[in-house]
């Protein structure tokens, strides 16, 4: 299986199926576009930076509603989240998708804005992939972002939404975050290849560049 970032919040995990998730049309926030062709596209809110559905190559089948169920061997659920410490009532809500695919278990918190509700952190304690925004001002920040990792106990946690060379948005960079986190930091580059045994290790947090 492959994970490759496409900044902000937009990633493609390719397995036994083709996903990405919140894809941005690159030029509305000053990074590159995408380069990317899903077979399922994940949208978690109707943000222009998260929505950008035609930079995603092919045909694909969009999930940017709340859905429970199977999706062509892909197990998918989704929580409704705020996407500020207002339950909502400043920026309105997210979707938040878990996707099983191949075995492999993820969790995709869109712009989340407030720590997690008690049912979720029931149901998925100890997923084996979480993506959580570190970037504050329209999502959770740094501390935010370690108390829900304190809380989830992933064994992989991927920050995002967080200030990259070129971005025009106001967010901060992910040293913050690395600072306060007690795990063992991987810079993995764009791209990382992985295995379900190569989820069962130390936690770990991956750094991905453009």
Known sequence: ????WHGHSCFELRGSRSLAFDPHDGRSIGI?????SAELLFITHEHFDHNAVRSIRGE?????????GDLDGVTVRTYVLPHDNASGKRRGMVRGFH???????FLFLGDVGDL???KLVE???EVAVLFIPVGGVFTIGPEQAVEW???LQPTVSVPMHYRVGGISL?????DEFLSLIDRKVLKVGNVVSFQPEDLTGEPLVWVFSL
């Open 170 to 174: 106001s967010i901060k960079p992910v």
């Open 149 to 151: 990792i304190a809380q």
């Open 123 to 125: 149901r998925e304690k």
């Open 99 to 105: 996707v099983e695919m191949d075995g492999i278990t």
């Open 32 to 36: 590159p576009p995408p380069n990317v």
């Open 116 to 118: 997690p509700p008690p």
């Open 60 to 68: 694909p089948r969009v999930i940017d509603h709340v859905y429970e």
């Open 1 to 4: 299986m492959e994970l490759i």
